[in-house]
């Protein structure tokens, strides 16, 4: 199952509200994960079953979704936010991932 | 609190092999299903598998582009995960992460350790 997230890059500034879209090749149920990377770091996950947040994850993170379209809001951006950010399929295997998105500070 | 370290990566040759070690506490590790991922440099993130646990037979599931090369086990009375790389090729050079499966059912991981560089290289 291929994953598609849009944009790849986003330039944004602190207290933008943000949306990251990924977009499955076949349907997915929620099965689908979102996670936070920073350079250097092991990635963090943030959401899962599309929706359900992960302990100690900021209330401004949240998900939807379900079947082939989901999405990833940052309601108000703060500085430790800027950061790669990954979708994940576990509906079926092999486990993929989407391409990243890259958050950048405008 | 929960903590994966891995080990044992480093530099090998085409052809050569590596085991990597992921030493895990702060959770009860024969419970859990537990997985590999990796991440070659400045590319994106690739599961390359993942062994269930006691319960479920500690059944192995693999990323096509290393099956029948690599092989995920492990050790409950160590608390440890390895990962056994025969084959090496230069595109398997990347960092490996340990990961801690959260549930049976949907295998999402929710801790990660910091990861160890793996080099493919003459």
């Known amino acids: 199952i291929q994953l598609t997230q849009s944009p790849s890059s986003l330039s944004a500034s602190v207290g933008d509200r943000v949306t990251i879209t990924c977009r499955a090749s076949?349907?997915?149920?929620?099965?689908l994960a979102w996670f936070q990377q920073k350079p250097g770091k092991a990635p963090k996950l943030l959401i899962y079953?599309?929706?359900t947040l992960q302990s100690a994850v900021p209330s401004r993170f949240s998900g939807s979704g379900s079947g082939t379209d989901f999405t990833l809001t940052i309601s108000s951006l703060q500085p430790e936010d800027f950061a790669t950010y990954y979708c994940q399929q576990l509906n079926s295997y092999p486990i993929t991932f989407g391409q990243g998105t890259r958050l950048e500070i405008k | 609190e929960v903590q994966l370290v891995e080990s044992g990566g480093g530099l090998v040759q085409p052809g050569g092999s590596l085991r990597l070690s992921c030493a895990a506490s702060?959770?009860?590790?024969?419970?859990?299903?537990m997985a590999w991922f990796r991440q070659a440099p400045g590319k994106g993130l690739e599961w390359v598998g993942r062994?269930?646990?006691?319960?479920?037979?500690?059944?192995?599931e693999y990323a096509a582009s290393v099956k029948g090369r690599f092989t995920i086990s492990r050790d409950d009375s160590k608390n440890s995960l390895y990962l056994q790389m025969n084959s090496l090729k230069t595109e398997d050079t990347a960092v490996y992460y340990c990961?801690?499966?959260?549930?049976?059912?949907?295998?999402?991981?929710?801790?990660w350790g910091q990861g160890t560089l793996v080099s493919v290289s003459s």
């Open positions: 076949q349907g997915i149920s929620s099965y």
């Open positions: 079953a599309a929706s």
């Open positions: 062994s269930r646990n006691k319960v479920n037979s500690y059944s192995t």
């Open positions: 702060g959770f009860t590790f024969s419970d859990h299903y």
């Open positions: 990961t801690r499966v959260r549930s049976a059912g949907a295998e999402y991981s929710d801790y």
